[in-house]
């Protein structure tokens, strides 16, 4: 969804519509689309400068990084941005630090799609967990720990070395 910024209405455009994304496109490499995305758009001109503020919302389903089940993750997030012409970047001799965060659309048009997806993307967390207290999978069978107790005796430190060392016993005698 492409907007001519010399096409903006005074008052500036207000968008409520629902975009489809192939999970592809998304950062979070084993996540997937389980609803649309809702996006509510508001784009104002101010000069040059361009205004864009809205809300996107979803429900996304992530693969845990401890145990390694799938679970909802809801998306429900506000957005306020200045996007500013890319020829103003190319004037400026120095790129000073102020300058990293900033946004910019090219050739007059702003491509809404492409903002949505920026900003669904960008609240993702770095390590997606179903819960801050998931405990993951037993070291010993593999199973996830919050599904029941597999009776496994899992010592937190180095289980793994100790049931070597009973092995190596047992052959010694
Ligand atoms: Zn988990
Ligand atoms: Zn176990």
């Known amino acids: 969804m492409i907007i001519d910024i ?22 979070e490499e ?3 689309f389980l609803q649309p995305v809702q996006a509510e758009v508001s784009i104002k001109r ?17 693969i845990c990084a401890r145990c390694l089940s799938p679970f909802e993750y809801p998306v429900d997030s506000a957005f306020d941005l200045v996007l500013l012409p890319e020829e103003m970047r190319e004037l400026k001799d120095e790129f000073d630090e ?8 090219r ?8 903002v949505i997806l920026e900003q669904l993307n960008l ?3 770095a390590r997606p967990l179903c819960s801050e207290s998931c405990e993951g999978l037993c070291a010993v069978c593999g199973k996830i720990r919050r599904e029941g107790d ?6 937190e430190t180095d289980s793994r070395l100790e049931t070597l060392k009973i092995l190596k016993k047992d052959k010694r005698t």
């Open 98 to 105: 102020e300058d990293a965060d900033r946004l910019f659309y």
């Open 123 to 125: 609240t993702f967390p």
């Open 6 to 27: 010399d096409k903006l209405p005074k008052d500036g455009l207000e968008l409520r519509r629902n975009f489809e994304f192939p999970s592809l496109e998304l950062v």
């Open 30 to 32: 084993e996540a997937v």
């Open 46 to 62: 101010v000069d040059e400068e361009i205004w864009v503020k809205g809300r996107v919302k979803t429900v996304l389903s992530f």
């Open 150 to 155: 597999c009776g496994c005796q899992v010592k």
């Open 107 to 114: 050739s007059r048009r702003i491509d809404v799609r492409e």
